[in-house]
């Protein structure tokens, strides 16, 4: 088998193809959750703070000196990414919590019971029994 045809094979797959398609959804989600958080959330709430803008929150380590940028730890930004992640997280919770209980919908459903003997089988047993009796 060449290595082309194997690899169309694992490519193809139903599992790598979900996983991509998981990966490509995750992403733009992340996107989306980052600009709620950063445009949507975090002004209220640095408003109701008295007007801080999170995205400025830092302390300075060494400030500026000539060509040199400023050594600075961006916690504001570091307290938007927390959000990011909370709210991801919450939200994955939910889908797996959903399709858990699905799941256990489905496992929890009493399997159908056995098909009765067929009209043949029941002529047969007939014809048994009486000739046993015979």
């Not at 088998?1 to 599992?15: C, P, V, Y």
């Not at 995750?26 to 709620?36: E, T, V």
């Not at 709430?45 to 400025?56: A, E, N, Q, S």
Request: proline share 7%; charged share 20%; no cysteine.
């Amino acid at each position: 088998m060449s290595m082309l045809t194997e690899f169309k094979e694992f490519a193809m797959k139903g599992s790598v193809v979900d996983l991509a398609v998981g990966v490509i959804i995750g992403g733009a989600f992340g996107k989306i959750i980052a600009s709620f958080v950063e445009d949507v959330l975090m002004p209220p709430i640095g408003m109701i703070l008295g007007g801080v803008d999170f995205k400025t929150l830092a302390f300075v380590l060494k400030a500026a000196e000539g060509k040199a940028t400023a050594v600075m730890i961006n916690y504001g930004k570091f307290i938007q990414t927390v959000v990011d992640f909370a709210i991801i997280a919450f939200v994955i919770f939910m889908a797996i919590k959903a399709m858990n209980s699905m799941k256990r919908k489905a496992e929890a459903a009493p399997p159908p019971p056995p098909p009765g003997p067929t009209t043949q089988e029941i002529l047969l047993t007939e014809i048994r029994d009486a000739l046993r009796a015979k």
